[in-house]
């Protein structure tokens, strides 16, 4: 799902572990230093999966999606 926000978060797991990827970096090659940090933290992954996607896919779709 699509909403405006310009953050970049990867988040993917199994039963043995939760892995959240956050990046400065835009999808496209560019010639520009990027950040990235790569986390294996269960409860980052639970935290940012119930204050950030589940309230963004709860709230009804808009016209701009």
Do not use: C
């Not at 520009?32 to 980052?44: A, G, P």
């Amino acid at each position: 799902r699509e909403w405006n926000n310009h953050a970049k978060i990867l988040m993917f797991g199994n039963e043995a572990f939760k892995v959240v990827v956050f990046t400065s970096a835009n999808l496209g090659s560019n010639p520009r230093q990027e950040h990235y940090s790569i986390v294996e933290d269960t409860e980052l992954y639970a935290q940012l999966l119930r204050e950030w996607i589940e309230p963004a896919f709860a709230r009804p779709r808009t016209d701009d999606e």
